[in-house]
């Protein structure tokens, strides 16, 4: 029987590792993590993460051939093919810091690896590392040879939180990159070899290993590029009286372009656009290449420009202050379908309100309350650092109050923010919610989820990005 280890029980290593248990019966795998309280997660009946189908999967699969365990080396020992799918995060301080990836818990894994190891070993990186890592992690990995053959390959993740079940399931592609000697492509070979047992072998790609690490950068980064070129036209839409969501539409269908991935928004969040961005400016940076370093930087701006450009509209909207007034926020992960938090552009709208004095009352159906303070109590890049690295809980910030329920927050409201596309957002009964918030009462809509015409019918004074202005929003002063 083969064995698989996982390093890294996070949103990557558990969906990833239960659907190879899942289709492959004759596999067992492992996953293992040095955060004992993840893997206790793991193993109860409230996994660590949110995530539609993984409970199923992970309850038909768990105690037969899927395991997750505390005991690291020992798994790492018995393992043919070890995925590391550790964090890295930016890193926060020295050289690259607020750019490049932080490789600390790569770096760790693949020590422990050598040291621990008595046999061949496949070692795969699943983490979206920078352009040749691997030849890094070839040395550390060789530097205690004991006659041991490490082979690595770079095999990315492209799932996306939300859907990563059914993006498992039937991925794009399957993209693996090894070195061309034959021990390499011995290597390529027995990865195929587990994902053929469901992925079609058209949609198996084998690379070079450096192309395989810079396509998943490559592959975020055009992802990202997408939503700032639309987020950056809904700008121009306003101030012109274009409707975003049209421009979008024709703009999609254009077959070189495609429909995917064109809807405005408050701005992109999540661990890996930002994060991956970043890193591949720090690379650009390192060759040379200072334009190619700009083209990518504007991507970001852009980005944190439309999460200031929507604070600023909720203020000047509201009379050019919110100072004491109750804002209601639906919605605080960064996308609908996750609990995830990392880089939600909930965050900073949140801090911008906060700075203009605003009381706020969250809700979000996944996320808790003592997320959301970390969340807003910590520096930038802190949230993608493992718990117990975390700096301690801070206390509560008292501005900020987190509900259960959509009503609760609304209630006695000046105004409403949705920042998460949440489905359950659509069908709200928003005519009841106008008869409790105070007048006028004000709607802005980060996600265009809600219907305009509708909600200014009921009396709400309502803004959507890219959207026609509705005359109390339009009148306002330029900054805005
Ligand atoms: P995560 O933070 O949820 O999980 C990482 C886990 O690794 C943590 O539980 C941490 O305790 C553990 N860990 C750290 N050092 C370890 C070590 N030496 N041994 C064992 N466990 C260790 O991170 P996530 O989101 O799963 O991301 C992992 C990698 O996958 C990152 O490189 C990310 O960029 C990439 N990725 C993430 C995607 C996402 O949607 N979250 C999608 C595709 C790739």
Request: with cysteine; glycine share 6%; net charge negative.
């Amino acid at each position: 029987m083969v064995k698989i280890c996982c390093l890294g029980a996070g949103y990557v290593g558990g969906p990833t590792m239960a659907i190879i248990a899942l289709k492959c019966p004759a596999i067992e795998v492992v996953v293992v993590d040095i955060s004992a309280a993840r893997i206790a997660a793991w193993n109860s009946d409230q996994l660590p993460i949110y995530e539609p189908g993984l409970d199923e999967v992970v309850k038909s699969c768990r105690g037969k051939n899927l395991f997750f365990s505390s005991d690291v080396e020992k798994h790492v020992l018995e393992a043919d093919i070890i995925f590391v799918s550790v964090n890295t995060p930016t890193k926060t301080r020295g050289l690259g810091a607020g750019k490049a990836a932080d490789l600390t818990y790569w770096e760790s894994a693949a020590r422990m690896i050598a040291d621990v190891s008595k046999s061949d070993k496949i070692v795969v990186e699943k983490s979206t590392v920078p352009v040749k890592t691997a030849e890094a992690i070839e040395k550390i990995l060789t530097h205690n040879t004991k006659g041991i053959n490490f082979q690595i390959l770079s095999n990315p993740e492209f799932l996306a939180e939300g859907t990563a079940i059914q993006d498992l399931l039937n991925p794009d592609r399957v993209l693996i990159g090894g070195r061309q000697s034959p021990e390499g492509q011995k290597a390529v070979e027995a990865l195929k070899a587990v994902y053929a047992n469901w992925v079609p072998e058209d949609r198996i790609i084998a690379t070079n290993l450096w192309s395989a690490e810079l396509s998943k950068l490559a592959a975020n980064a055009v992802l990202a590029q997408r939503i700032s070129s639309v987020n950056a036209m809904s700008a121009l839409c306003e101030a012109t009286g274009a409707d975003v969501t049209e421009v979008a539409y024709a703009v999609g269908k254009d077959s070189r372009i495609g429909p995917k991935f064109l809807n405005a928004s408050v701005g992109f969040g999540g661990s890996c656009f930002q994060k991956d961005i970043l890193n591949l400016i720090y690379i650009c940076e390192c060759n040379g290449l200072m334009e190619v370093a700009n083209y990518w930087k504007g991507v970001i701006k852009i980005n944190d420009y439309q999460k200031s450009r929507f604070v600023n509209r909720v203020v000047a909207s509201m009379f050019n202050t919110v100072s004491g007034k109750k804002i209601a926020v639906l919605g605080f992960a960064f996308k609908k379908d996750t609990g995830d938090t990392r880089e939600t552009p909930a965050i900073d709208v949140c801090k911008g309100l906060l700075g203009d004095k605003a009381n706020i009352s969250i809700y979000d159906p996944q996320v808790t309350e003592d997320q959301i303070q970390r969340d807003l109590s910590m520096n930038k890049f802190d949230w993608d650092h493992p718990p117990h690295l975390q700096p301690m809980s801070p206390s509560a910030i008292k501005q900020v109050s987190v509900v259960w329920d959509a009503y609760e927050a609304t209630k006695d409201a000046h105004g409403v923010c949705i920042l998460t596309e949440w489905d359950e957002f659509k069908t709200l009964d928003y005519q009841k919610i106008y008869d409790n918030m105070q007048k006028p009462a004000f709607i802005f809509d980060g996600r265009n989820i809600v219907d305009m015409e509708k909600l200014r019918k009921i009396g709400f004074i309502v803004y959507s990005i890219g959207k026609p202005l509705d005359p109390w929003v339009k009148d306002l002063p330029a900054s805005a």
